[in-house]
T-cell receptor, first 115, second 116 residues
């Protein structure tokens, strides 16, 4: 069975400092992995996705994530946080085998950015 | 600009009333998801459809919830009778099935339901 674990429920950084949001996954086959962002009272927006091409994936707003199979990780990073990055971030795994394709969401990591 | 459209955006209703939430998926997408988001439980998958057929609705309380796709352009989620514990934001998302393209889902803005 697939699962995803976001290791931190809340991360706080200062503006201009790096961001690291951690995600580990469990899958019996090569998964597709995604990061979504949700700003307060908004829907979910896709930040980036990994679908077995390049292991380093670049997304919108300066975010990127690296797929590390040996560590079963897909951590999200950004070199320099901006106030507008304050939001909740969800790591998501999707199955590709058979007819399934449902998305399994992590519990989310709330990112706070201090001035 | 293709997007998933959900109506209504907000709904306040009294306990016991029927609630119907609607979703228009992105044209051409053959997979539709319904999620519920609460502070306590986070995002929960209620049901999802592939080519209008329900593939998994195990996350949905069957006694009061029902989900349908009358046609490829409309998905509905119905609660009858509604209860205060159903208060949440309900998200619809659509996408393509594996093998037909990228498998990410595109989310609507959600329906914020309050049952009093």
């Amino acid at each position: 069975a697939q699962s995803v674990t976001q290791l931190d429920s809340h991360v706080s950084v200062s503006e201009g400092t790096p961001v690291l949001l951690r995600c580990n996954y469990s899958s019996s086959y090569s998964p597709s992995l995604f990061w979504y962002v949700q700003h307060p009272n908004k829907g979910l927006q896709l930040l980036l996705k990994y679908t077995s091409a390049a292991t380093l994936v670049k997304g919108i707003n300066g975010f990127e994530a690296e797929f590390k199979k040996s560590e079963t990780s897909f951590h999200l990073t950004k070199p320099s946080a901006h106030m507008s990055d304050a939001a909740e971030y969800f790591c998501v795994v999707s199955g590709q085998r058979g007819s399934q394709g449902n998305l399994i969401f992590g519990k989310g990591t709330k990112l706070s950015v201090k001035p | 600009d293709a997007r998933v459209t959900q109506t209504p955006r907000h709904k306040v209703t009294e306990m016991g009333q029927e609630v119907t939430m609607r979703c228009q998926p992105i044209l051409g997408h053959n997979t539709v998801f319904w999620y519920r988001q609460t502070m306590m439980q986070g995002l929960e998958l209620l049901a999802y459809f592939r080519n209008r057929a329900p593939l998994d609705d195990s996350g949905m309380p069957k006694d009061r919830f029902s989900a349908e796709m009358p046609d490829a352009t409309l998905a509905t989620l119905k609660i009858q009778p509604s209860e205060p514990r159903d208060s949440a934001v309900y998200f619809c998302a659509s996408g393509l099935s594996p093998g037909q393209g990228d498998t990410e889902a595109f989310f609507g803005q959600g329906t914020r339901l309050t049952v009093v």
